[in-house]
């Protein structure tokens, strides 16, 4: 039976954003159980989907599978993910805080690396403002998202704290840039 493990619907910044997406193909890392992958694949595009949780990788495949949709799944730990191809669209949201400082930082590089020129990187992720203990994991620091993008076409960078389901305030960051060259 499927379950939907975090969120049941797609996140907002997939449906209000996925017509800027280049056409083709997205990677979607920590994508669950698969809202925002099945949505963009409804929406046309080929979606592989990775995640370490096995049984939401199979629930995102079944339904794919019922609906005859572009999806494919890998579970994998992102820790030590290599991404394998160029994509035109690579996402992760609320996923990097999951990962060490190290592999975080490596995974954003390798996301920068395998977009193809003119697709998209749309990264939903916690900074280390707020209430959470941010000694374990990767948490943004200030801006440094922008420093990191640097020659990307910024196309939205909203910060916001919000309260998560544990109750504790955290300041989350919205952003999607633009590949705009090698
Ligand atoms: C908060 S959920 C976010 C799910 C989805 N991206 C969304 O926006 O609703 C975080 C996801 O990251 C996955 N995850 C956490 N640590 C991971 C790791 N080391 N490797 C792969 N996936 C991981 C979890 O299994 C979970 O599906």
Known sequence: MTMNRWAKNPRQIIVDNFPLFKPGTVLDLGGSDGANA?????NGFTVTNV?????AIADCLSTAAKEF???????????????????DNIITLF???????KAAKGLINQMKSKTNVGGLNLVVA???KGEFDVSRGFYFNNDEILDIYDGWEIL???????????????????FIARKAHT
Request: net charge positive; aromatic share 10%; glycine share 6%.
């Open 69 to 87: 949709l572009n999806v494919d799944g890998v579970v994998s730990n992102l820790n030590e993910y290599k991404i394998q191809k160029e994509y």
């Open 51 to 55: 995640d370490k949780d096995k049984q």
């Open 38 to 42: 099945l949505y963009l694949a409804r």
């Open 126 to 128: 916690f900074t280390n």
């Open 95 to 101: 996923t990097l805080h999951f990962l060490s400082p």
């Open 156 to 174: 939205l960078y909203k910060k916001e704290v919000g309260a998560t389901k544990s109750g504790l305030n955290q300041e989350r960051l919205h």
